[in-house]
């Protein structure tokens, strides 16, 4: 069996040591890390690994986009097919910040207390996380309320992802009653370090008769997204909603990231953006 090889391409100029870490704990063999990659490198790093091999071996080599820059991720992301040929390809996954195994784990876990097809959900903060989220959602038929600090831009973004589904709100505190006014589900994907729904909203909300069912938190970093839920809070029920920490989270996106790379090694045509994580995810949890 030819060793599991896996093309690491990182805009940063340190590729991630902890995306390294979780490939090898997923199986990899060797890592090839490149960091300060741009997308006028890319095809000669990937037809290094896509001409060393012979065609039954290629899915021995594959090839992870992760980093910081989500934006400089995606545009890597967006030239690696261009440098294949027909069968002669390697498989991919973008996961760059952990954004799209974060917001697939995100949506798997809400999805244990809601039925997505005809919910509604809120999202505060329209970064890649949470826009992600919304993209997953809107996909499940879901119709989502994109809270912004700025209305304009949670709208523009909705727009974006799918304009029938995805609808922009204010995050603004004295706003938040009303977007979780008839939700089903609320995700806080705000920054690291920030409060973004304080618990007496969310308990207001859950005292009404349709009020939130779950409410996710993906910041772990003090003071956390969601007053009052703790960064390891596993469905812990506050105000008669089903709360989860950060770090509950967490360990599904751990999963998730692993069971992602493995999947790799087992073809050479597979292209693992959100959508596919999500996919891979619930069979996961199935
Ligand atoms: N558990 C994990 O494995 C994991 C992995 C990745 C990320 N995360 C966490 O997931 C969360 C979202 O990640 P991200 O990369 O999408 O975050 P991000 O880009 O840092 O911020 C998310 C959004 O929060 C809003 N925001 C920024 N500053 C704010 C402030 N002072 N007050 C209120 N809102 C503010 C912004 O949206 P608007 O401008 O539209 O308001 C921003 O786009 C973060 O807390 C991150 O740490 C967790």
Redesign the pocket.
Known sequence: MPAKILLCLDADPQPSVFDAVVAIDAGADHLLRHGGVTPADVQGLVHGAMFTRGPKELAHTAIFIGGSDITAAEALFREVPKAFFGPIRNSVLLDP???NT?AAAAVLTAGKHVTWNGATAAII??????RRVAKLLAAEGVDVRLA???PA??AKVGAEIDANLVSGWS?GHSELAKLLDGVQSVFA????G?E?LPMEVLAAACSSAVGPQVAID????PPV?IGGVGSFDKGVLLHGCACYG?LA??GL?MKLHKRAIQELFTRNDALLDAAEVYALGKELVS
């Open positions: 910040n952990g954004a974060t903060g329209t970064g890649p996380v949470g912004s600090r700025s831009k949670a995050s994907a705000g920054p690291a920030v973004v993906l910041n772990a970093a997204g950060a989270v967490g996106k």
